[in-house]
């Protein structure tokens, strides 16, 4: 499938603007520190970006903050979760809250996921 530049571009420069919990899980997924596997961040597939990606499981991880409890951005999220599931992606939300207080069985759900595939 052939990248969308507007995406690429809108994924580059969200890399550069990264929230705290969004650094928080980069920083246990970057350069193979967990579990040895390969995770993106800002990843593009097809005209969506998704926060973070395990290309080899496809597996997605979204980070969902307060944005996410606005209805448009459910519908989003929804259209998002159905295309990615539908091109075989396996999609994983995660809260901000999750991450600010129980960092450490956000880390075993993902464990978990990773071992299913």
């Not at 603007?17 to 040895?36: N, P, Y």
């Not at 995770?39 to 097809?46: A, K, L, N, P």
């Not at 999609?91 to 956000?106: G, S």
Request: net charge positive.
């Amino acid at each position: 499938m052939k990248r969308n530049p507007r995406t690429v571009r809108r994924a580059r420069a969200n890399r550069s603007k990264q929230t705290a919990c969004e650094e928080r899980l980069w920083h246990l997924l970057r350069g193979r520190r967990f579990l040895h596997r390969k995770f993106r961040r800002e990843h593009t597939i097809g005209v969506f970006t998704v926060d973070f990606a395990c290309p080899a499981v496809k597996l997605v991880i979204e980070i969902d903050g307060p944005s996410h409890d606005d209805l448009e951005q459910q519908r989003f999220d929804e259209e998002r979760t159905e295309y990615l599931q539908r091109s075989g992606w396996r999609v994983m939300r995660i809260t901000n809250v999750e991450i600010y207080d129980a960092f450490e069985i956000v880390a075993d759900k993902i464990s978990a996921a990773l071992g299913e595939s």
